[in-house]
């Protein structure tokens, strides 16, 4: 049995009733459907809540991926008793932490077009990110990457998707940027995110519709961590709530 993945098609979803499909031995939960994000990519899992039938509300931690990636685990926090199977549930996001992540991985996005060079390395954090570059020859300026990635999320791009077979994506190699994760892969069909005019590369996480929506970055530091690689961090430059 396998989980179907609500967000790929809209990230935007906030709810929705699925079926427990079973319950592991540390009382995790699978469940036919999710809008949450699994761990994976750089992204943290999401967290929220699970509503039973008799109304009573599980707080969900964190949300992974099974062996068999594809289910998707609901981590309960500790000391939960879990649903039966075969229940029928609501699950419900912690919609700003989400909204919130889904703008910073846009933004990391385009931070590939300002530094377009080869990525080793990223992760998703509230309210900030980072990527680490293997560049050559450094001498990186915050004042001047924070300014063109501003001026880029002021382009109002649109952000939408589309897939291609696997073929399709051996074929271009030049679409893949990170060279420490690979594209989501194995199931016949990888899924592109395009902002528009700006970026187009294989990715399975959550982003915004537009670039307006990202609101004001900042770099924040430029670390060394090694002769050619630079860490990239970056935050949300006001602490503004945009969730729609």
Same mark, same amino acid.
């Given at each position: 049995?396998?989980?179907?993945?609500?967000?790929? !098609?809209?990230?935007?979803?906030?709810?929705?009733?699925?079926?427990?499909?079973?319950?592991?031995?540390?009382?995790?939960?699978?469940?036919?459907? *999710?809008?949450?994000?699994? *761990?994976?990519?750089?992204?943290?899992?999401?967290?929220?809540?699970? =509503?039973?039938?008799?109304?009573?509300?599980?707080? #969900?931690? @964190?949300?992974?991926?099974?062996?068999?990636?594809?289910?998707?685990?609901?981590?309960?926090?500790?000391?939960?008793?879990?649903?039966?199977?075969?229940?029928?549930?609501? =699950? $419900?996001?912690?919609?700003?932490?989400?909204?919130?992540?889904?703008? #910073?991985?846009?933004?990391?996005?385009?931070?590939? @077009?300002?530094?377009?060079?080869?990525? *080793?390395?990223?992760?998703?954090?509230?309210?900030?990110?980072?990527?680490?570059? !293997?560049?050559? !020859?450094?001498?990186?300026?915050?004042?001047?990457?924070?300014?063109?990635?501003?001026?880029?999320?002021?382009?109002?791009?649109? $952000?939408?998707?589309?897939?291609?077979?696997?073929?399709?994506?051996?074929?271009?190699?030049?679409?893949?940027?990170?060279?420490?994760?690979?594209?989501?892969?194995?199931?016949?069909? $990888?899924?592109?995110?395009?902002?528009?005019?700006?970026?187009?590369?294989?990715?399975?996480?959550?982003?915004?519709?537009?670039?307006?929506?990202?609101?004001?970055?900042?770099?924040?530091?430029?670390?060394?961590?090694?002769?050619?690689?630079?860490? $990239?961090?970056?935050?949300?430059?006001?602490?503004?709530?945009?969730?729609?």
């Amino acid at each position: 049995m396998s989980t179907e993945l609500l967000f790929r !098609d809209d990230a935007y979803l906030k709810e929705c009733t699925a079926h427990v499909m079973s319950v592991n031995d540390r009382g995790g939960i699978c469940v036919d459907r *999710t809008i949450f994000y699994a *761990t994976g990519g750089g992204q943290p899992g999401d967290s929220g809540v699970l =509503l039973r039938g008799d109304g009573t509300s599980l707080q #969900i931690a @964190t949300t992974v991926y099974g062996e068999d990636k594809s289910e998707v685990i609901h981590v309960l926090a500790e000391g939960s008793a879990p649903p039966a199977i075969g229940e029928r549930v609501t =699950l $419900v996001l912690d919609w700003a932490k989400r909204f919130d992540r889904m703008r #910073i991985h846009t933004a990391l996005h385009l931070l590939t @077009t300002t530094l377009p060079f080869p990525v *080793t390395g990223g992760a998703i954090g509230d309210g900030e990110g980072r990527l680490d570059f !293997d560049i050559p !020859d450094a001498g990186l300026d915050k004042d001047a990457i924070t300014a063109d990635l501003n001026r880029r999320i002021g382009l109002n791009a649109d $952000v939408t998707f589309r897939w291609i077979t696997d073929e399709e994506l051996e074929s271009n190699p030049g679409l893949v940027k990170t060279l420490s994760v690979k594209p989501p892969i194995g199931t016949g069909r $990888v899924r592109l995110v395009d902002i528009a005019g700006l970026d187009l590369q294989p990715c399975g996480g959550t982003h915004v519709h537009n670039t307006s929506e990202i609101g004001r970055i900042v770099v924040t530091a430029i670390e060394k961590k090694g002769k050619q690689n630079r860490r $990239v961090r970056i935050a949300f430059a006001e602490t503004e709530d945009l969730a729609p």
